[in-house]
């Protein structure tokens, strides 16, 4: 990440000054800096609500039980979470919402998954195999309807808009899929590099 | 099916919540006080995030702005019009990993000058509805619990948004082509 940070702002005023266009860029640090401000003003309250909502969730026993009854399937993608892991009932929250297409509350469950995972995680400045996994399955975007997208294709005059529903759908499930299978693969070879580093 | 969809879409915040409370009533959960505690940390976290979001946003408003996309994108055009690509959705590809909000307005540059019945528009609106922002998404859940080292996770983001890429224009050619 300190590369990824550094060659973003390296390379945009190396190129921004050939294309002429320092100006912009120098305009972008303040933009870009009022932007991330203006999405976390607009994520507290819709943040507050639903982890407000989801701690009582939480204390009913709800998450225990949701986690239980997914338990079959966790146990394989995320066998590094104890048994019983609370994660995974937010886990299974945060794929819902999102396939819904509420955004809003998706990040919230999100982020109380990477809370629970982080608990178990040895090294806490370091993402886990799990989360690794959750962010793969999150940034392939699973979503049964792609409402945005429809909105602005009703918009424009678009005739058949529901046309395209199908497709994305296919898209996105193929993409989802290959984040899963990569994150494993990922898990898998880290796990051998490991067992070889202590082996002398 | 749509329709159902929608439904389901609409109600499926109104059921969490009342399922939960309900739950919260039953089992004899202080639900108001213990709605506030949570809602106390959603504030912490969403602040949390902030330096992470600060840092990716601001290193991506900067790369946009210096017009490194469209070199890329020049550079890349070439190697589409070989494949049957319409190179109008080039930009798309390339900012969607990097930005929501520059998404949607490169997506919404195709769609207007294309047209609405194009095949750019429609390739360009699979490609936008099939993935997400990959960056944004990693700064604020590994920021909201202090993770700096991110291992693979980059790497997996990036690549399931190519394979999207190639899944779209390869599921558009075969339906709309």
Known sequence: MNYIFYFLVVFSIIIGAINGRLQDVINAVMSGAELSVKIVISLIGIMAFWLGIMRVAEKSGLIKFISRLLRPITKVLFNELPFDSPAVGDIAMNFTANAFGLANAATPFGVRAMEEMQAVNDKKDTASNSMCLFLGMNTAGFQLIPTTVLAVLVAIGYKNPTEIIAPTLLVTLIAFVSAVLMAKLAQYLAGRSKVNDKTP | MTKLLNLISLWALPVILLTVLTCGIVKKVPVYEEFTQGA????????????????????????????????????????????????????????????????????????????????????????????????????????????KKFRYALVIGLLADFIGIVAAISVCNLMFA
């Open chain 2, 40 to 147: 106390k940390r959603g504030v912490k976290v969403s602040f949390k995030i902030l330096p992470y979001l600060i840092a990716i946003i601001v290193g991506i408003s900067m790369l946009r702005a210096s017009g490194a996309i469209e070199m890329f994108a020049q550079f890349l055009a070439p190697i589409l019009t070989k494949f049957n690509i319409p190179s109008d959705t080039l930009p798309l590809m390339i900012v969607r990993s990097l930005s929501g909000s520059g998404a949607m307005g490169v997506f919404s540059d195709i769609a207007n000058a294309a047209g609405p019945d194009a095949y750019s528009t429609k390739l360009a609106a699979v490609m936008l509805g099939s993935s997400e922002t990959t960056f944004y998404v990693l700064a604020v859940y590994f920021g909201a619990v202090g993770i």
